[in-house]
T-cell receptor, first 114, second 110 residues
Framework: GAGVSQSPSNKVTEKGKDVELRCDPI?????LYWYRQSLGQGLEFLIY????????KSGLPSDRFSAERTGGSVSTLTIQRTQQEDSAVYLC????????????FGSGTRLTVV | KQEVTQIPAALSVPEGENLVLNCSFT??????LQWFRQDPGKGLTSLLL?????REQTSGRLNASLDKSSGRSTLYIAASQPGDSATYLC?????????FGTGTRLQVFP
């Protein structure tokens, strides 16, 4: 597609429920990143993919968070047993290559846990 | 561990002023540095990308410079307009990820 697409754009969920956030990168982009932006905070790295592999998962806050990428394209970020502190905007970005090229961000998914 | 700092945190100026936003980073072994703009409730829009071998990049009224040795980048905005009001983020790419500063919130009033 023309840009990075994220869905849903907004998600309100009850505490304890599982949620799935989807990122559809620009076609042909091999690198894909997930970031989280809490209210009034900077962007916090979560995980990145090179192809379907995730060399660095160090930013995932807890084992309730997981992510996968299939076919070198779409990625899903899953949060199990959501907590109120998970409320944030989750941003996805992609790039043609891991190095040297700039990153294009999607519009994000605003997650609210009530 | 890379740390990125942006000064000032907030800036309010009248329309027409030329502005300089500052970004500093602690690890000079970067591949590139990228400036983004974020409007309230929106995602990030890429403004300029400077490779480690470059000194500056220009796009319209925007000019970004990079001095790796001193760990600094500046974003220069000429003839500011109310539409430039947004949060500006710089991000340094080293090792394998973008590390973001906390941003400069810019307001340009008519």
């Amino acid at each position: 597609g023309a840009g990075v697409s994220q869905s849903p754009s907004n998600k309100v969920t009850e505490k304890g429920k599982d949620v799935e956030l989807r990122c559809d990168p620009i076609s042909g982009h091999t690198a894909l990143y997930w970031y989280r932006q809490s209210l009034g905070q900077g962007l916090e790295f979560l995980i990145y993919f090179q192809g379907n592999s995730a060399p660095d998962k160090s930013g995932l806050p807890s084992d309730r968070f997981s992510a996968e990428r299939t076919g070198g394209s779409v990625s899903t970020l899953t949060i199990q047993r959501t907590q109120q502190e998970d409320s944030a905007v989750y941003l996805c970005a992609s790039s043609f290559t891991l190095y040297r090229m700039g990153y294009t961000f999607g519009s994000g998914t605003r997650l609210t846990v009530v | 561990k890379q740390e990125v700092t942006q000064i000032p945190a907030a800036l309010s100026v009248p329309e027409g002023e030329n502005l300089v936003l500052n970004c500093s980073f602690t690890d000079s072994a970067i591949y590139n540095l990228q400036w983004f703009r974020q409007d309230p409730g929106k995602g990030l829009t890429s403004l300029l990308l400077i490779q480690s071998s470059q000194r500056e990049q220009t796009s319209g009224r925007l000019n970004a410079s990079l001095d790796k040795s001193s760990g600094r980048s500046t974003l220069y905005i000429a003839a500011s307009q109310p539409g430039d009001s947004a949060t500006y983020l710089c991000a340094a790419f080293n090792t394998d990820k973008l590390i973001f500063g906390t941003g400069t919130r810019l307001q340009v009033f008519p």
